[in-house]
């Protein structure tokens, strides 16, 4: 995780949670005059509008207090969705037996994207099964990774 990230989930994830959500995860996408930040909240009951609302009023407030980004950005809450982001080794552990899109910042043997059987972690690894044979790929290297949603 970058220092930025760091500094946003260490001011943005107590917040969340002394409202009663939990901090799923957090993105930053630093574009200029067109940065975001995208936090994702999640809860045993679900989220629905109203709850990104609150979180969002509480978080922004927080955010200009802090001031932790200098320039202009948009702030956007939202719920993990049936495309569940993921970005710890804990939810990857959690969701092992899932289909996992996972997109690295640097190619590991010859390709960046990963489309398969997320199996688990190992260490500092996640491990994923694609088209049988079975990758070991650095939490550290994973740019993006989803759940791939079933519709059974």
């Known amino acids: 995780m970058s220092s930025k990230l ?83 080794l804990e939810q990857f552990a959690a969701h092992a037996g899932e289909q996992v899109k996972i997109k690295l910042r640097v190619p590991f043997e010859g390709r960046r994207n990963f489309q398969g059987v997320l199996r688990g972690v190992e260490e500092q690894d996640v491990v994923v099964l694609v088209d049988d044979h079975e990758f070991l790929l650095p939490i550290d290297s994973i740019d993006k990774a989803n759940i791939v949603p079933r519709f059974d």
């Not at 799923?24 to 067109?34: A, P, R, V």
């Open 6 to 88: 760091e500094q946003l989930q260490a001011i943005v994830a107590p917040v969340i949670e002394a409202l009663g959500y939990e901090c799923w995860g957090i993105e930053f996408l630093s574009q200029g005059k067109h940065s975001l930040l995208r936090i994702y909240i999640d809860h045993a009951d679900g989220i629905f509008i109203e709850d990104c609302e609150k979180v969002s009023r509480q978080v922004s407030g927080v955010l200009d207090v802090e001031d932790p980004i200098s320039n202009e950005y948009t702030l956007e809450v939202s719920s993990p969705g049936m495309d569940r982001p993921l970005f710890t």
